[in-house]
């Protein structure tokens, strides 16, 4: 039996691109995944013991926090999973939207892994020349590793770019260690 996940992902997707609603619905959807990570939020979700109409103004809820107002799309997907007992599957509902999302608006997301955090500014500059390189409009989040001594790493989608300091220093090992090294320093390879 197939997974219903891309079901609801692509019937939602349809009716947010039509109404222009994709960027208030993928809010919506990424703030109940974080929220569904909290396993206070699970219990009280999952419990047999709590009416749905109070699990749906408890969702509900959490999609106002900081007077938020949420997308009718966004109620009407809960309503229908709560109904059908299916509410598990919002957090993978959610992904898959977002992958929608983001391929219909020409964006791609990743992550800078850099030996010190860039400045805003260094980070804009890195976004926009990647954007140019991949054709879309790309967003990293930043992560800090100082093992790389210099440079960067990113990793956007299934792409990784290496420049940083110690990818250099293990290709250049690499290459060394390819080299017949006798002969790259002038000896014979002859015995003597």
Do not use: W
């Amino acid at each position: 039996m197939a997974s219903p996940i891309p079901r609801y992902s692509e019937a939602l997707f349809e009716i947010a691109k039509t109404h222009g609603r994709l960027e208030a619905i993928d809010q919506d959807l990424s703030l109940m995944e974080v929220a569904f990570e909290s396993p206070e939020l699970r219990s009280l979700i999952d419990s047999p013991n709590i009416e749905r109409s109070k699990k749906l103004e408890l969702l509900e809820k959490v999609l106002r926090v900081e007077e938020r107002t949420p997308d009718e799309g966004s109620l009407k997907l809960l309503e229908v999973l709560l109904e059908r007992g299916r509410l598990a599957l919002l957090p993978d509902i959610a992904r898959s939207f977002h992958s929608k999302a983001l391929e219909a608006e020409g964006r791609m997301e990743g992550r800078v892994e850099t030996f010190d955090l860039l400045e805003s500014e260094d980070l804009s500059k890195l976004e926009d020349s990647l954007g140019k390189k991949v054709g879309a409009k790309v967003s990293l989040k930043q992560t800090k590793r100082p093992e790389l001594c210099g440079g960067f790493v990113v990793y956007l989608e299934d792409q990784m770019f290496d420049a940083s300091l110690k990818g250099r220093i293990e290709a250049l090992g690499k290459k060394l260690k390819a080299l017949p090294l006798r002969g790259a320093l002038g000896g014979s390879s002859s015995k003597d």
